[in-house]
């Protein structure tokens, strides 16, 4: 499979605290993407980075790129109660048409 | 604000039923996309189309066919409904290849 896949699975931690969450893919991308799921709704997008970029920043989120390693990591700092979601990296390929999608790490930050 | 809109947000049908799921989006996107999500499996492609009366197979086709007679509109259906359809199917569209997806607010189909 091509898929992206997060980990951990399910990460629980407390307001204000940082989340880290990981995604490790198999085969050379063109870009690789972010995005976050509500209970029930659909994905938005974060973040997209680059295969030539290492670390990309957008508000309290950062998201570093090892293509060496065919792994990247999305970083939430000073999380939030509304930061309650799913994440899910997505891979794309070089012929674009198709994103890959893991099965997300699911974030739980207790007020 | 830009959208994706999918016709219904709950949907209830009987096995062997024909189903139309439809998506709008307004934002002039050459590409769209349906993915089917299940618990422990992700978001799975079903089918894809990069330009209207296009269409390509993703991952899991079987039992399913599309129709994009218009640039904003893409309808998946599901030719005689069955219980292993049963998921939460999302609709998306893209403009190029460097940009995300818009996702619309997805549609649960339940097949009794």
């Known amino acids: 499979s091509q898929q992206g896949e997060e980990d951990p699975q399910a990460l629980s931690i407390q307001e204000g605290e940082n989340a880290t969450m990981n995604c490790s893919y198999k085969?050379?991308?063109?870009?690789l993407q972010w995005y976050r799921q509500n209970s029930g709704r659909g994905l938005v997008h974060l973040i997209l980075i680059r295969s030539n970029e290492r670390e990309k920043h957008s508000g309290r989120l950062r998201v570093t790129l090892d293509t060496s390693k065919k792994s990247s990591s999305l970083l939430i700092t000073a999380s939030r109660a509304a930061d309650t979601a799913s994440y899910f990296c997505a891979t794309v390929l070089y012929n674009f048409n198709k994103f890959y999608f893991g099965s997300g790490t699911k974030l739980n930050v207790k007020p | 604000d830009v959208k994706v809109t999918q016709s219904s947000r709950y949907l209830v049908k009987r096995t062997g039923e024909k189903v139309f799921l439809e998506c709008v989006q307004d934002m002039d996107h050459e590409n769209m996309f349906w993915y089917r999500q299940d618990p422990g499996l992700g978001l799975r492609l079903i089918y894809f189309?990069?330009?209207?009366?296009?269409?390509e197979k993703g991952d899991i086709p079987e039992g399913y066919s599309v129709s994009r007679e218009k640039k904003e509109r893409f309808s998946l259906i599901l030719e005689s409904a069955s219980t292993n359809q049963t998921s939460m199917y999302l609709c998306?569209?893209?403009?190029?290849?460097?940009?995300?997806?818009?996702f619309g607010s997805g549609t649960r189909l339940t097949v009794v």
């Open positions: 085969t050379s991308i063109n870009n």
């Open positions: 998306a569209s893209r403009p190029t290849s460097n940009y995300g997806y818009t």
């Open positions: 189309s990069y330009d209207v009366k296009m269409k």
